[in-house]
């Protein structure tokens, strides 16, 4: 089955198996390869690419090549692709596949950024029913053996949940796995993630693994998840954030979980082991980008705070990390941390990225008057297919 059971822990999703039910959740300008790879060498599970528009992908610029390419090491590839036109979503998704760039495709019904849902793309999607149907159906049928899934939310807000609806028609259009975050669009990251509705969800679906995510701060959050909601699998996203040992936390907890004689490990880094996991973020960056130390290093700077969450770096120097220009600038300015500073325990502990609050989400005009695609729609989602990636 697709669940941890003693004789067989790890999940299904196709074909793949993997040792532990953990997934990286795509995040835009995060989950590059070179944080993938970060992650990889301390756990365990599927690591998604950032979301790629279908259309740039289509159109092979070049920013959407350079997001599609995988190190070596990694295995399996996971690419996650967003649109809303169902012809392009199918040809991104045949072009994966033919070229034999990917492993595993997700679709993205999740995003709730504005720029995004005001196009009627994203979490917004869904609530055309019939439009996600024909999306799913054909981008399936396009992957062939390589397995597809669908990530969505719960719906655009509490007045109109699409969730059960569309995890049902993505089950009948063949997908390999549905994940839902436990939020609506409208709530953005805010509040705290309804469980129950992926409780829910795991009792509608009966045919495919259905992964939880929101609100996976640390492994025992990851456990706590299943055993409440009976899903088959986690999706951590903002939990890992300057943290990528979290991945070895998690497979150590899975691990443990199924076998009570593995003994269950938990990283609490002394600050030296943080800023060598930093350096190795900026040493995989340079890589990604081509060699391009200074691109890096200003890529490397939005992490600052996420990785020395509640140790004591005092914030002048906080500040210079968040400018740094050159690796070897880098390790100058790591040599003046003390190595030895022990892991601060709750304060590096819980929540880490920008929450937002709850808002009214941005659509096309008349959008919730109808479940049916409307033709004074087509021209809004045709501009939905952004040239960037996001969400």
């Known amino acids: 089955?697709?669940?941890?059971?003693?004789?067989?822990?790890?999940?299904?999703?196709?074909?793949?198996?993997?040792?532990?039910?953990?997934?990286?959740?795509?995040?835009?300008?995060?989950?590059?390869?070179?944080?993938?790879?970060?992650?990889?060498?301390?756990?365990?599970?599927?690591?998604?690419?950032?979301?790629?528009?279908?259309?740039?992908?289509?159109?092979?610029?070049?920013?959407?090549?350079?997001?599609?390419?995988?190190?070596?090491?990694?295995?399996?590839?996971?690419?996650?692709?967003?649109?809303?036109?169902?012809?392009?979503?199918?040809?991104a998704v045949t072009m994966l596949v033919a070229e034999d760039r990917a492993d595993h495709i997700d679709l993205n019904f999740g995003c709730p950024v504005p720029k995004v849902t005001r196009k009627g793309g994203g979490a917004a999607l869904p609530w055309k029913l019939g439009l996600f149907r024909e999306i799913v159906e054909r981008a399936?049928?396009?992957?062939?053996?390589?397995?597809?899934?669908?990530?969505?939310?719960?719906?655009?807000?509490?007045?109109?949940?699409?969730?059960?609806?569309?995890?049902?028609?993505?089950?009948?259009?063949?997908?390999?796995?549905?994940?839902?975050?436990?939020?609506t669009a409208a709530e953005f990251y805010s509040g705290t993630a309804d469980w129950s509705a992926i409780a829910t969800l795991k009792q509608t679906i009966t045919g495919v693994p259905v992964l939880g995510n929101g609100d996976i701060w640390s492994a025992d959050d990851a456990l706590r998840m299943v055993r409440e909601t009976g899903c088959d699998g986690v999706v951590v996203g903002r939990g890992c954030l300057g943290r990528p040992w979290l991945f070895g936390d998690l497979a150590s907890a899975f691990r443990s979980e199924v076998d009570p004689t593995v003994e269950r490990v938990r990283h609490e880094p002394a600050l030296g082991e943080v800023a060598r996991a930093f350096r190795r973020h900026a040493e995989l960056l340079v890589e990604f980008f081509g060699g391009d130390e200074g691109r890096a290093c200003r890529d490397i700077r939005k992490h600052v705070a996420w990785y020395f969450k509640g140790y004591a770096v005092g914030g002048e120097l906080r500040a210079r990390l968040a400018t740094v220009e050159s690796l070897a600038h880098l390790d100058e300015l790591l040599g003046e941390l003390d190595p030895d500073q022990p892991y601060p325990g709750e304060a590096a502990e819980g929540q880490r990225g920008r929450a937002g609050t709850p808002k009214v989400p941005a659509l096309p005009d008349r959008w919730l008057e109808s479940r049916e695609l409307q033709e004074t729609h087509r021209d809004e989602l045709n501009l939905a297919e952004l040239s960037t990636s996001g969400g």
């Open 1 to 91: 089955m697709t669940t941890m059971t003693a004789a067989e822990p790890g999940l299904h999703i196709g074909p793949l198996r993997l040792d532990v039910p953990v997934v990286l959740a795509p995040m835009a300008g995060i989950t590059n390869t070179a944080f993938r790879r970060l992650c990889r060498e301390y756990g365990a599970g599927l690591y998604v690419s950032e979301m790629i528009t279908s259309r740039a992908l289509v159109e092979r610029t070049p920013e959407s090549m350079r997001l599609i390419q995988h190190h070596e090491s990694e295995t399996p590839r996971s690419i996650q692709l967003y649109g809303v036109d169902p012809t392009t979503v199918a040809e």
């Open 140 to 183: 399936v049928r396009a992957a062939g053996d390589v397995p597809l899934t669908v990530k969505m939310r719960k719906g655009i807000d509490s007045d109109h949940l699409t969730y059960l609806e569309a995890g049902k028609a993505a089950e009948g259009a063949g997908v390999a796995a549905i994940a839902l975050h436990a939020r």
